[in-house]
C-alpha cells in the first residue's frame, strides 16, 4: 500500500522585537535623511508667493514648473552646468590615475623613507583645506591661471585620502600575482596597468565617485578661482543667483534640483560597486 505524503506546514517565522525596533529606527533615520530633499523638489515647483508665505511646508498649494524656465533665462545655466561637469569629470578621471600609481608606490615598493612618506601624506588630511587656499591662489595668480579651467582643475587632480584607500586596497591583493608576472617578465608598470589597476576596479570606482561628488558640489573652491559668473561652475552660479533686496527662491530650487539628479544618477549606476569597494578595502 503507498504511503500518502501529508502536506508540509512551514512553521512560522516569528520576528522578534529587535527587529521591529531596528526597522522602525532605520525608516525614521532615512525619512529625516530625505526630508531635505523632499523639500527641495516640492519647493522647486512652488511659486515665490507660497514659499515666502508657508516656507516649512513641504505640501505645495499649487504646481508650476515655470521655475525650471526661469533658471535657464536668469543664468547661463547651460554654460555652468558644462563647466562643472567638465571640472568633475576630468578630476575624478586623472585623479584615479595619479591616486592609483601613488597608492601601488607606497604598498609595493621598498624605497627609503617610504614609512615618513605615508604618514606625511596622512598628515595633510589633518590641514582644513581652507589652510591652502591663499597659498594655491597666489602660485595661480602667478601662473596667470586664475579664471582658467587648468586652475579650477590642476590643484585637485590628487589627494591625500585617494592614495591612502587605495593603498590599503593594494596591501589586500596577494604578491603572487605580481611574482608570476615577473617571472613572465613584465615590468614594474605592465603589472600596475595589466594586472594591479584592472583588480583594483571597486576602490577606483569609490574614488571616483568620492571625487565627482566634491568637485561637483564643491563651492568655495570655484567661487575663489573661477569669479566670473558666465565662466564659473554652477553651485557657485547658484550661490551669486540673488537680487539686492529678493531672493527668487523658486527658480534657485529649481537649479539645486536640476544640479543635483546627475548625482543621483552616477551613485545608482555604480552603488554596487561602491559597496563592495567599502566591504573589502583593508580586508587582507
Same mark, same amino acid.
Given at each position: @500500500? %503507498? &504511503?500518502?505524503a $501529508?502536506?508540509?506546514? /512551514?512553521?512560522?517565522? =516569528?520576528?522578534?522585537a529587535g527587529a521591529v +525596533?531596528?526597522?522602525?529606527?532605520l525608516?525614521?533615520?532615512?525619512?529625516?535623511?530625505?526630508?531635505p530633499?523632499?523639500?527641495l523638489?516640492?519647493?522647486?515647483v512652488?511659486?515665490?508667493?507660497?514659499?515666502?508665505?508657508?516656507?516649512s511646508t513641504i505640501?505645495?498649494?499649487?504646481i508650476?514648473?515655470q521655475?525650471?524656465?526661469?533658471?535657464w533665462?536668469?543664468?547661463p545655466f547651460g554654460?555652468?552646468?558644462?563647466?562643472?561637469?567638465?571640472?568633475?569629470?576630468?578630476?575624478a578621471?586623472?585623479?584615479?590615475?595619479?591616486d592609483? @600609481? %601613488? &597608492?601601488y608606490? $607606497?604598498a609595493?615598493? /621598498?624605497?627609503?623613507? =617610504?614609512?615618513?612618506?605615508?604618514v606625511a +601624506?596622512?598628515?595633510?588630511?589633518?590641514?582644513?583645506?581652507?589652510v591652502t587656499?591663499?597659498p594655491v591662489?597666489?602660485?595661480l595668480?602667478?601662473?596667470g591661471?586664475?579664471n582658467?579651467?587648468?586652475?579650477?582643475?590642476?590643484?585637485?587632480?590628487?589627494?591625500?585620502f585617494?592614495?591612502?584607500?587605495l593603498r590599503?586596497f593594494?596591501?589586500?591583493l596577494?604578491r603572487?600575482?605580481?611574482?608570476a608576472?615577473?617571472i613572465d617578465g613584465?615590468g614594474?608598470f605592465?603589472?600596475?596597468?595589466?594586472?594591479?589597476?584592472?583588480l583594483?576596479?571597486?576602490a577606483?570606482v569609490t574614488i571616483?565617485?568620492?571625487?565627482?561628488?566634491n568637485?561637483?558640489n564643491?563651492l568655495?573652491?570655484?567661487?575663489?578661482v573661477?569669479?566670473?559668473?558666465d565662466?564659473?561652475?554652477?553651485?557657485a552660479?547658484?550661490?551669486?543667483?540673488?537680487?539686492q533686496?529678493?531672493?527668487?527662491?523658486?527658480?534657485?530650487?529649481?537649479?539645486a534640483t536640476?544640479a543635483?539628479?546627475?548625482m543621483?544618477?552616477?551613485f545608482i549606476v555604480?552603488?554596487r560597486r561602491?559597496?563592495?569597494?567599502?566591504?573589502?578595502?583593508?580586508?587582507?
Amino acid at each position: @500500500m %503507498a &504511503a500518502v505524503a $501529508l502536506p508540509t506546514t /512551514r512553521p512560522r517565522r =516569528r520576528v522578534s522585537a529587535g527587529a521591529v +525596533l531596528s526597522l522602525f529606527v532605520l525608516c525614521a533615520a532615512a525619512a529625516i535623511a530625505l526630508l531635505p530633499l523632499a523639500w527641495l523638489l516640492t519647493a522647486s515647483v512652488r511659486t515665490q508667493g507660497d514659499l515666502t508665505g508657508n516656507p516649512s511646508t513641504i505640501i505645495p498649494s499649487g504646481i508650476t514648473f515655470q521655475n525650471y524656465v526661469d533658471i535657464w533665462r536668469m543664468i547661463p545655466f547651460g554654460r555652468q552646468f558644462l563647466n562643472t561637469t567638465v571640472f568633475a569629470l576630468t578630476v575624478a578621471c586623472v585623479s584615479v590615475v595619479i591616486d592609483s @600609481m %601613488a &597608492a601601488y608606490a $607606497l604598498a609595493r615598493f /621598498r624605497f627609503p623613507a =617610504r614609512t615618513f612618506v605615508f604618514v606625511a +601624506l596622512i598628515a595633510t588630511l589633518l590641514v582644513p583645506i581652507q589652510v591652502t587656499f591663499v597659498p594655491v591662489y597666489n602660485l595661480l595668480v602667478d601662473l596667470g591661471w586664475i579664471n582658467t579651467m587648468q586652475g579650477l582643475i590642476v590643484p585637485r587632480v590628487a589627494d591625500a585620502f585617494g592614495i591612502f584607500f587605495l593603498r590599503q586596497f593594494f596591501l589586500a591583493l596577494p604578491r603572487d600575482l605580481e611574482d608570476a608576472a615577473r617571472i613572465d617578465g613584465a615590468g614594474e608598470f605592465q603589472i600596475y596597468r595589466r594586472i594591479m589597476f584592472p583588480l583594483a576596479g571597486p576602490a577606483l570606482v569609490t574614488i571616483f565617485i568620492f571625487n565627482l561628488v566634491n568637485n561637483w558640489n564643491d563651492l568655495l573652491w570655484p567661487l575663489m578661482v573661477m569669479p566670473d559668473q558666465d565662466t564659473t561652475t554652477l553651485p557657485a552660479g547658484l550661490a551669486m543667483f540673488r537680487g539686492q533686496y529678493v531672493v527668487d527662491y523658486g527658480p534657485l530650487m529649481a537649479g539645486a534640483t536640476l544640479a543635483l539628479i546627475p548625482m543621483i544618477i552616477a551613485f545608482i549606476v555604480v552603488q554596487r560597486r561602491f559597496i563592495e569597494s567599502i566591504a573589502t578595502t583593508g580586508i587582507k
